[in-house]
């Protein structure tokens, strides 16, 4: 069976919903392209969120990511859209996404978006 790029975000329940504890993620390969250019974009993301009642499943956090290669996006606007669809997915105690894209045209960009509930 073919993984194809995928919206859907999956979640499970928290084995410890009781207890504040820190998940991160590192994503080294995320490419979505320049909405004026349409050249790639390349960048690491890095998602830091305490879980309230379910967690992210990393088969379709993975298969979300995909979802954005053929898309284009400004820096700002696809850090922010990350966030606010994790959120929506997970409903997390707090949640960071830091898009760090690599340089281009001499200017390297990183952006931080934070969700607190």
Same mark, same amino acid.
């Given at each position: 069976?073919?993984? $194809?790029?995928?919206?859907?975000?999956?979640?499970?329940?928290?084995?410890k919903?009781?207890?504040?504890?820190?998940?991160?993620?590192e @994503?080294?390969?995320?490419?979505?392209?320049?909405?004026?250019t349409? $050249?790639?974009?390349?960048?690491?993301?890095?998602?830091r969120?305490v879980?309230?009642? @379910?967690?992210?499943?990393?088969?379709?956090?993975?298969?979300?990511?995909?979802s954005?290669?053929?898309?284009?996006?400004?820096h700002?606007?696809v850090?922010? $859209?990350?966030?606010?669809?994790?959120?929506?997915?997970?409903a997390?105690?707090?949640? $960071?996404?830091?898009?760090?894209?690599? @340089?281009?045209?001499?200017?390297?960009?990183?952006?931080?978006?934070?969700?607190?509930?």
């Amino acid at each position: 069976m073919t993984t $194809q790029p995928s919206k859907s975000l999956e979640t499970f329940p928290n084995p410890k919903p009781g207890r504040d504890y820190e998940v991160t993620f590192e @994503v080294p390969e995320f490419t979505c392209l320049c909405p004026r250019t349409g $050249q790639p974009d390349f960048a690491t993301l890095r998602i830091r969120y305490v879980p309230n009642e @379910v967690c992210l499943e990393l088969k379709s956090l993975k298969t979300y990511f995909w979802s954005f290669r053929d898309e284009g996006h400004f820096h700002e606007a696809v850090t922010n $859209q990350i966030l606010d669809d994790l959120v929506a997915a997970c409903a997390p105690r707090r949640m $960071q996404v830091e898009g760090d894209f690599h @340089v281009r045209g001499g200017i390297h960009t990183v952006v931080r978006a934070e969700h607190s509930a």
